[in-house]
């Protein structure tokens, strides 16, 4: 058996693991991130039970890797399934330790990857295409790549692509098995991820226009469904239950006034900027996302007291420029609408109001459903929401029950 001395050195010479010293920078990277006290320990934590391992396997620091850290979560899944507290598959700090590791020159820098089969390459060329030519939001791009890189390993596997194997039966039968993993409401997504894709591979002319006329259209009845609206009332409960400590209950309160008074989406309230805001002229700039159209909309008294308050008083010091960052440190921009989302249920359950699958989108299909009840036109409603047609905003004609009883006909057999 091969002995180790003090100096960490096996006796054919291998330097053995210890990252008890490089721990100290690991800390300090994350500090300097802002990372909160406790999510520095659980850090810390994990790097040491990773150096652990590290030492038992006799894996030297030259030798960790991207596979060595997946090897030894696959390890401790195995060995411990059902240990209750910090498991170590659940190793947060790894993943960071790695790029410490390269800046202190112990390891490689990871070099860009690269195209390694041409399915890959098309994936990524069709991925810019919907960025830099049609301006697809990044949700919709991720989407629709998805659903591209599904049908394309589905028919070319790994290996060449030959478009002559994208049949019209291949895109038929790939639609409709795609289609049947979706709830009704959503089944026609991979319909339009299939035709954006065959539009793009149409006009770099590898396949044939005709394509497009294999892929199943989606039987919808357009405003089936009715718009997941509150009464105005409970709108009011809403916001009246926004958490009352100072820094937390300001933020809620600007990011669902933000959403009840002028119908931003989700996705707008995280892009939303500094710059955004004219508090001169008291109106918000709204940038162009999901229908690639800016507006404009009036900042009203009660949400300019909302978001001035949040600024002064609940928003952690940053660089960065958007309005809402992470609560959390570090105190980066959100990265997705679901968190949004998340804050508006929390807020409804706490208020008590129950609404199927609720969300943000929920105040939004609030403001609309009372301006049209209100006999706000509906050109003035969809400008007020960015819809860039006017279809869009015509399904909030069924919540109007004034106007419906009007033009209602008749019960047979008396009124019911």
């Not at 659903?147 to 478009?163: M, P, Q, S, T, Y």
């Not at 990265?335 to 929390?346: C, E, G, N, V, Y």
Request: proline share 5%.
């Amino acid at each position: 058996m091969r002995s180790t001395s003090r100096s960490g050195v096996h006796e054919h010479g291998c330097r053995v693991v210890s990252l008890v010293p490089i721990s100290h920078h690991v800390v300090q990277s994350l500090e300097h991130a802002e990372y909160a006290a406790e999510t520095v320990r659980q850090h810390l934590l994990a790097v040491l039970r990773f150096g652990t391992w590290l030492q038992r396997q006799r894996i030297t620091l030259g030798d960790i890797s991207e596979a060595t850290v997946t090897r030894y979560v696959q390890h401790a899944q195995q060995q411990a399934p059902s240990v209750t507290g910090p498991r170590p598959y659940k190793a947060i700090g790894l993943r960071h330790l790695l790029s410490v590791l390269r800046q202190q020159g112990v390891i490689a820098v990871r070099s860009a990857p690269h195209p390694v089969s041409s399915v890959e390459s098309w994936l990524l060329h069709f991925a810019h295409h919907l960025e830099h030519v049609t301006g697809c939001a990044p949700t919709t791009r991720h989407n629709y790549v998805r659903n591209a890189g599904r049908l394309f390993h589905e028919v070319f596997a790994d290996g060449e692509v030959v478009w002559a194997e994208l049949t019209a039966s291949v895109l038929t039968q790939f639609v409709r098995r795609e289609a049947a993993k979706f709830q009704p409401s959503a089944c026609g997504q991979p319909v339009t991820a299939t035709r954006a894709l065959i539009r793009y591979l149409t006009f770099q002319g590898v396949v044939s226009e005709s394509l497009l006329g294999a892929i199943p259209a989606v039987l919808t009845r357009r405003h089936a469904t009715i718009p997941r609206a509150i009464p105005a009332a409970d709108v009011e409960r809403v916001l009246s239950a926004c958490r009352e400590d100072a820094s937390y209950g300001l933020r809620e309160k600007a990011i669902l006034l933000l959403l009840a008074r002028l119908g931003l989406r989700a996705g707008e309230v995280i892009r939303l900027q500094l710059d955004d805001i004219d508090w001169g002229r008291g109106c918000l700039l709204v940038q162009a996302g999901k229908t690639h159209r800016a507006r404009s909309l009036p900042l009203s008294q009660e949400v300019g007291e909302a978001l001035a308050a949040y600024l002064q008083h609940a928003r952690p010091a940053s660089v960065h420029r958007e309005v809402f960052l992470r609560w959390r440190p570090p105190f980066t921009p959100l990265q997705s609408s679901t968190s949004i989302s998340t804050l508006t249920r929390k807020v409804l359950r706490r208020a008590d109001i129950q609404v199927y699958r609720s969300g943000a989108h929920t105040l939004r299909h609030s403001l609309a459903t009372g301006l049209v009840c209100n006999g706000v036109s509906f050109k003035l409603v969809a400008d007020v929401l960015g819809h860039q047609a006017l279809a869009s905003t015509e399904i909030y004609a069924k919540l109007d029950l004034g106007s419906l009883s009007q033009v209602a006909l008749p019960w047979p057999g008396g009124a019911q």
